[in-house]
């Protein structure tokens, strides 16, 4: 993954719909739990997958946080709830695997 956001990707959605700057629209209190578990209700197991490849590709990198933070300067910032970049994705990953494995969805991920 890289700065270049013209090339969206499925954590576009999470970081900017659901975790950016309007996300007291989805929960007045911008509670982790809440928008995590919102995203969740309304995503298909496709954009799950997705969302979980995006993940593992920044954990995976040697500059990952640094893009995360530089691909959504102005839109977001992990410490809105206490957290660093890792420790955000980190935590969504968390929750995101445990979803997907409560839903019968698969978490291997293809390797092209």
């Known amino acids: ?17 659901y975790f950016g700057q309007d996300a007291d629209l ?15 209700s309304t ?8 969302l979980l490849a995006n993940l593992t590709e ?5 500059d990952g946080y640094k893009v995360i933070i ?3 300067r102005g839109d977001f910032l992990p410490d809105r709830w206490d957290m660093t970049p890792d420790a955000w994705v ?7 695997v445990d979803y997907m494995n409560k839903k019968g969805y698969s978490t291997k991920l293809s390797h092209f």
């Not at 980190?90 to 995101?96: D, E, F, G, M, P």
């Open 1 to 17: 993954m890289d700065t270049d956001s013209t090339k969206p990707c499925e954590l576009d959605t999470v970081v900017i719909v």
């Open 26 to 40: 989805i929960d007045e209190n911008c509670d982790f739990d809440n928008l995590l578990n919102d995203y969740f």
């Open 43 to 50: 995503a298909t197991e496709f954009n799950l997958r997705m």
């Open 58 to 62: 920044i954990e995976n990198q040697e």
């Open 70 to 72: 530089d691909r959504y």
């Open 90 to 96: 980190s935590n969504v990953k968390s929750r995101l």
